[in-house]
């Protein structure tokens, strides 16, 4: 059984739900959930957030984060997934925000560096993920929701 089956399996059985606000995984950790038989019954709401506006204006992340630390920040995963609980309600809520190349990064903040952050019973655990910048872009995206799928893991 795949990770994504997993956790549908974990969701259904305890009556959960789930929500997603994205940026480098440009929807496809959501793509993810979905392909499993019921998600329905706990998908509430996925979005692909990639710019600071929509970030800001959706899910309500500070302009002062966005400006101090960044949209490749911890701060900046942490702000997604509580603006995400605030708009859905869902008992859990994952973000991704990062660089998946392949421009773009700076020696601060590379290409190939992710922040996934998952929000669940009030508790927000933030995950750094860091891959090697000369990974293909398609394949980075694939490895960061990857990533993010064994964070909500982990968390459940």
């Known amino acids: 059984m795949n990770l994504e089956d997993e956790i549908g399996r974990f969701l259904i059985d305890n009556k959960l739900t789930i929500s997603t606000a994205e940026s480098c995984t440009g929807g496809l950790l959501s793509s993810k959930l979905t392909d499993v038989p ?10 692909v957030t990639y710019s600071n506006d929509i970030k800001n204006k959706i899910l309500n992340v500070t302009e002062y984060t966005l400006e101090n630390f960044g949209a490749v920040s911890p701060e900046c995963a942490r702000e997604m997934v509580q603006g995400l ?26 290409v ?32 960061f929701a990857q990533q993010a799928l064994k964070l909500i ?4």
């Open 38 to 47: 019921g998600s329905s019954n706990y998908i509430t709401y996925n979005v």
């Open 85 to 110: 609980k605030a708009i859905t309600g869902s008992d859990i809520c994952v973000a991704t925000t990062g660089i998946a190349g392949p421009g773009g990064g700076t020696p601060q903040k590379p």
């Open 112 to 143: 190939g560096l992710c922040y996934a952050a998952v929000l669940y019973k009030d508790a927000t655990t933030v995950e750094r993920i860091l891959l090697p910048p000369n990974t293909l872009r398609k394949q980075m995206k694939e490895l």
């Open 153 to 156: 893991q982990k968390v459940l």
